[in-house]
């Protein structure tokens, strides 16, 4: 069962009663996984998958026992390798036009549209088409969640702010909706992958100023280009650069360029010498940092970033998601 499993890529959903109390049994023993009820897969297989791969392999099952199905939300983001956060996929969401089929059926959450998505194949499941899908979680989930996907979403399909903020505004009468015209004002594309996104987020929602992401510098060295993941300027005119350290720089063989660990760090402290020469402050932050919030705002504080006089209005203020 679970061989032909792994060529379909996607999980076992035994119908023979029989089949199911063995597999509950190995379930017990831990030496099966069941990810949603009656969904399996060994456990060895299981551990060998990525997070993104873990998400795929689930919808491509449901996808499977539901012929026709369409991904949407946070599913279909997945779907679209826009985030592969394990926590948001706790229900699979699906879009249906029949209002009396919309709700909450065990691990399936089916969201009523009033007309048909429009609609694209992806890996052979049906979702709904991007915009749509980005609409879709900003105005569903959480600030953070929602920030790092329609930002990742505008960076790899190559389009703008302007564009999603467009197809938002064109939506009306459609709840959360004044959430995702927030959130569409201020997604970050040019933030490089994930982590800085959701970096972005938290310190937005900590409500500290929109700091200009990726900006370049020129060393006073050898003229050279130094990129800052973020920047502010003070109201006294000064600028702070945000550095985001994350552990990929320093085990991902493509970020270190031929070089090693060590040839990472030394040309982190040769850049930020570089940006002090400048007269430009440099604050380090981490990923522990970010999740943690508060180390974040103790670094923030102490480097002086400037606060968001209207951060108090925003939207998602005690929002509570029920996406996950």
């Known amino acids: 069962m679970f061989r032909e499993c792994r060529k379909r890529r996607q999980l076992a959903h035994p ?9 509950q049994r190995r379930v017990r023993k831990g030496t099966v996984i069941m990810p949603h009820k009656g969904l399996y897969l060994d456990a060895e297989k299981w551990a060998a998958l990525s997070y ?15 012929p026709g199905a ?3 939300g946070p599913s279909a983001a997945a779907a679209y390798g826009l985030t592969s956060v394990w926590k948001i996929q706790k229900y ?10 919309a709700g909450r059926h065990g691990f399936i959450i089916a969201r009523y549209y009033k007309n048909p998505p429009a609609t694209c194949k992806i890996d052979g ?4 088409d991007l915009f749509q899908t980005l609409m879709d979680c900003a105005r569903t989930l959480d600030f953070i969640n929602a920030f790092e996907i329609c930002s990742t979403g505008l960076r790899r399909f190559k389009s703008t702010v302007k564009t999603l903020m467009d197809y938002v505004g064109g939506t009306t009468r459609l709840w959360g909706i004044i959430r995702a015209r927030f959130l569409a004002e201020r997604v970050e594309p040019l933030c490089e992958n994930g982590g800085e996104a959701v970096a972005l987020a938290t310190i937005l929602e900590l409500g500290y100023a929109r700091p200009r992401a990726q900006v370049v510098f020129i060393s006073p060295l ?3 280009e130094i990129r800052g993941d973020f920047c502010w300027k003070r109201a006294d005119g000064t600028l702070i650069v945000g550095e985001l350290d994350g552990r990929w720089k320093y085990e991902n063989p493509a970020m270190m360029h031929g070089g090693d660990a060590c040839d990472v760090i030394l040309n982190e402290k040769d850049r930020e010498s570089e940006l002090n020469m400048l007269r430009i402050s440099v604050v380090r932050f981490q990923m522990k940092h970010v999740w943690a919030k508060e180390p974040l705002k103790e670094r923030l504080e102490v480097a002086q970033v400037p606060h968001d006089p209207e951060a108090w209005r925003s939207p998602f203020k005690g929002f509570r998601c029920v996406a996950y």
């Open 52 to 66: 993104s791969e873990r998400i795929i392999w689930m919808l491509r099952s449901v996808c499977q026992l539901y």
């Open 70 to 72: 369409v991904l949407c």
């Open 92 to 101: 699979v969401h699906i879009a249906v036009v029949n209002r009396s089929k």
């Open 222 to 224: 050898d003229g050279g």
């Open 15 to 23: 119908t023979d009663p029989k089949d199911r109390r063995a597999l």
């Open 125 to 128: 499941m049906l979702v709904t």
